[in-house]
């Protein structure tokens, strides 16, 4: 514990001097109050919000769309990437369909989207897998490739089959590299979550940071703007967490 602490203590001093430069900037009329409210005020937002549980409703829309988009698009991405990696075919028959889609930004298939399924969840949804699936896919099949030959050689020699050494070999093998794209790519889907909700403009947080940007309702926009940044911090803590667990042996190796 005193080594986390020890280890987060920069970084709070770094925001906290951060903070108190903004407030001092907006007291004395160095920054507008009507474009950037003192971190102060949003805090006195906060604090209402969360008194009057007006933070439950908008925050479980947004979670539910990230958390099912993300367990889509992750599972989709990893099945893929073990099989490009694991057969070369499949890798040559697909690598040229992922290479022309994977540079295009996500948040530029919403539109699209809108057409197709409509300003429903289905929408929101499925852009949110979209954008977590390349970041998967690409690291998945990065481990998969470059998993050591003479583990996949003597697997085979001891008869294991193609389906068993893909669950027992190279999946687990592979694992350090699909929790790295399993973090980068949880930022990318609460931020595709968000758009989508911009523009569909049917509830959850993007919903009302767009609302009360058209309201001028400028505290509370800053407000649901911080909670949403909070949101994105404890969830990345939480699959930090989540891979020290699961990959407790890959660190222990890393030390021997």
Excluded: H
């Excluded at 699909?178 to 931020?191: H, P, Q």
């Amino acid at each position: 514990m005193r080594r986390w602490l020890a280890q987060l203590a920069p970084g709070v001093v770094v925001l906290a001097l951060l903070l108190w430069g903004i407030e001092e900037a907006v007291n004395y009329g160095l920054v507008k109050r009507s474009l950037m409210p003192a971190p102060s005020d949003i805090g006195l937002v906060l604090w209402d919000l969360f008194a009057d549980g007006e933070v439950a409703g908008p925050l479980s829309e947004t979670l539910a769309r990230l958390g099912i988009g993300f367990a889509i698009g992750a599972a989709l991405a990893i099945v893929m990437g073990l099989a490009m990696g694991y057969w070369p075919r499949l890798y040559a028959l697909f690598e040229p369909l992922v290479e022309l889609l994977r540079p295009i930004p996500k948040a530029a298939l919403v539109p699209p989207l809108v057409l197709f399924l409509g300003v429903d969840n289905a929408m929101k949804i499925t852009s949110v897998a979209l954008a977590v699936f390349f970041p998967v896919l690409i690291n998945t099949v990065q481990g998969a490739r470059g998993v050591d030959p003479v583990l996949i050689n003597t697997a085979r020699t001891l008869g294991v089959g193609s389906f068993s050494l893909l669950r027992k070999v190279i999946l687990p093998a592979s694992a350090p590299f699909i929790c790295a794209g399993i973090r980068l790519s949880i930022a990318l889907g609460l931020i595709l979550a968000v758009i989508s909700e911009m523009i569909a403009g049917t509830g959850g947080i993007g919903f009302l940071i767009i609302d009360m940007q058209r309201a001028f309702r400028i505290r509370q926009m800053y407000a649901w703007i911080v909670i949403l940044a909070v949101v994105g911090y404890l969830l990345n803590v939480l699959l930090v967490v989540a891979e020290q667990r699961i990959l407790f042996w890959y660190r222990t190796a890393q030390r021997t």
